[in-house]
């Protein structure tokens, strides 16, 4: 099954990411795809950690070439990806310049992903919700994050907005969400 | 056909929801106020527009009624984001705020857009 959660900065994803992951079951592996560029993603990474610490999950580093981490994975795992916003941002500007076809490639990535394993969850950032006009760099990772989202929900069981902690399916997974569990998952 | 709202941040897939949900062609999509065409895209521009030259968006979208009735009206939503430190900016998103809950109300239906996905509003 694969599953795609998507929020605001701070909204409860991963937390919400992570309850799912131990309801679906198998070998949990946390996929983070963050690359720490200074302290601040530093302390980021530190919290998430403790955060999943004693959830079983292993940990998987991977910012760049996801197909790489691929020997790491067995077909009975439940991956989180946490999440394609960095992992996009790390592809589409490696270095000095920008590469345009970044979005398609991880798109691509990371569907195949998706199909090697048993179930997965993708996490993404809402980044589409304000009037501002960026300059031209920030609306083509805009545009790029938007599109690998869109493709992801065309391919996904289910699909989320998480708000606040809340989640809200926008599409629902059949099988997934049963008798108790309904109300902590929407 | 009446007229229908979709909204949706951007980027969303809201004029490409609307070509499929309602049969229509790439063709038949222009950006607001497009002469003749069923699909009228980026209000957000055209509520820029009016307040860059001083205008109400609504009242000028009241005036250009029968070209938009029984059209598909698509727009972004801008006003969830921080208020802009900007004068003009901050008129421009409440204008069209505005506009927005204007058509709502004259809309058959309205739809919002998230990631390729419809939500019925209304």
Known sequence: MKLLLIGGSKSGKSALAQELSKALGGRLCYLATMEAADAEDRDRIARHRQERAGWGFVTIEQARDLEHCFSQLTPDDTVLLDSVTALLAQEMFDGLGMDATAGARIAKQLLALGDRVKHVIYVADQIFGDGMEFEEWTERYRFQLAMVCRTLAKHCHGVAEVTAGILQWRRIPEGLVTGSERGKFG | ?122
């Open chain 2, 1 to 122: 056909m009446k007229m229908k709202l979709i909204l949706g941040g951007a980027y969303q897939g809201k004029a490409t929801w609307a070509a499929s949900a309602f049969g229509l062609a790439q063709t038949e999509f222009g950006d607001f106020p497009a002469a003749g065409k069923w699909g009228q895209c980026h209000l957000e521009r055209f509520s820029r527009a009016c307040v860059e030259s001083g205008k109400d968006p609504v009242a000028e979208m009241a005036i250009l009624e029968p070209m938009w009735r029984s059209c598909v009206l698509i727009s972004r939503e801008i006003g969830c984001g921080v208020v802009p430190l900007d004068a003009k900016e901050r008129l421009w998103r409440e204008a069209h705020g505005r506009l927005l809950r204007y058509l709502a109300v004259e809309a058959e239906s309205v739809v919002r857009i998230f990631c390729g996905l419809p939500e019925v509003l209304k």
